[in-house]
């Protein structure tokens, strides 16, 4: 057994799914969950063949579609109850590239980190085949994410993730309110605020050329939505914090000038 366990959510990936997985254990840092929600195309089929095929491999059946966040947060489990010692998020579509896997798990190296991110959006970061609007969309609810947060990551929307496996306990999983994509910034939110550490390293980004992309409209205002009352709720707070410490100043007795000191 790897130390690390790459955890690949499916639903109807049959195209791709063979090719990643393949990629992955090329890279032999880390074994395989794949967790997939009754993928109606035989993607859990083509699973289960490959979990035949390599001992690295296990899979996980879901009934039906349950989104993206409780797939990740079942992989968690799952990889926790078995001792994995670092937890990686990674789309099934060959979106991330396995191969900058070897680079973010040896971060973890250092003890000082917690969350390794894939950014698409720091320095060195490539993107490729995104059209203009998909672009712009990423950019701007990153940096509507930074401004309303108070945070500095640039890509907190990003789902290439290795989380150590302390991390996730101090996370607390049973918190987590989004089901869809925006549970890549309730994860990255509430991980800040527990005090974790995290760190950016720039990767290659590449559009699916197969199957269809899950990203809607409906994804995008649940995202804004959520994003604005964490927003609004950490605003709260500082006021609250603010007006608890004046209180807590000591009283400063006003001297008259005018008025001998008395003796």
Excluded at 181 to 194: I, P
Aim: aromatic content about 6%.
């Amino acid at each position: 057994m790897n130390e690390a366990l790459v955890i690949i959510p499916t639903y109807n990936e049959k195209e791709n799914i063979s090719s990643i997985v393949a990629r992955v254990l090329t890279t032999r840092r880390a074994d395989v969950l794949i967790v997939d929600d009754g993928s109606p195309d035989g993607t859990g089929e083509i699973a289960d063949h490959l979990a035949r095929l390599y001992e690295e491999v296990s899979v996980l059946h879901r009934p039906g579609k349950q989104g993206l966040g409780r797939a990740y947060v079942a992989g968690f489990d799952w990889g926790r109850a078995r001792g994995y010692k670092a937890l990686v998020e990674m789309d099934a579509d060959g979106s991330h590239h396995p191969e900058s896997l070897p680079l973010m798990l040896d971060m973890l190296d250092d003890d000082t980190i917690d969350i390794v991110l894939g950014s698409r959006w720091v320095q060195g970061g490539v993107v490729v085949n995104w059209p203009l609007r998909r672009r712009l969309l990423s950019r701007g609810g990153n940096a509507y994410a930074r401004i309303a947060l108070g945070i500095s990551i640039k890509d907190a929307t990003g789902g290439y993730r290795v989380y150590r496996r302390s991390a996730i306990e101090r996370i607390r999983l049973t918190t987590i309110e989004s089901d869809g994509y925006c549970f890549q910034l309730d994860m990255l939110w509430r991980g800040l605020q527990t005090g974790l550490r995290v760190v950016e390293v720039p990767i290659i980004f590449t559009e699916r050329t197969h199957g269809t992309s899950k990203m809607s409209g409906m994804i995008v205002a649940e995202s804004l939505m959520r994003v604005t009352r964490w927003g609004l709720q950490r605003r709260a707070q500082s006021v609250t914090e603010l007006v608890l410490h004046r209180r807590r100043l000591p009283s400063v007795r006003t001297v008259n000038r005018t008025q001998a000191p008395s003796r």
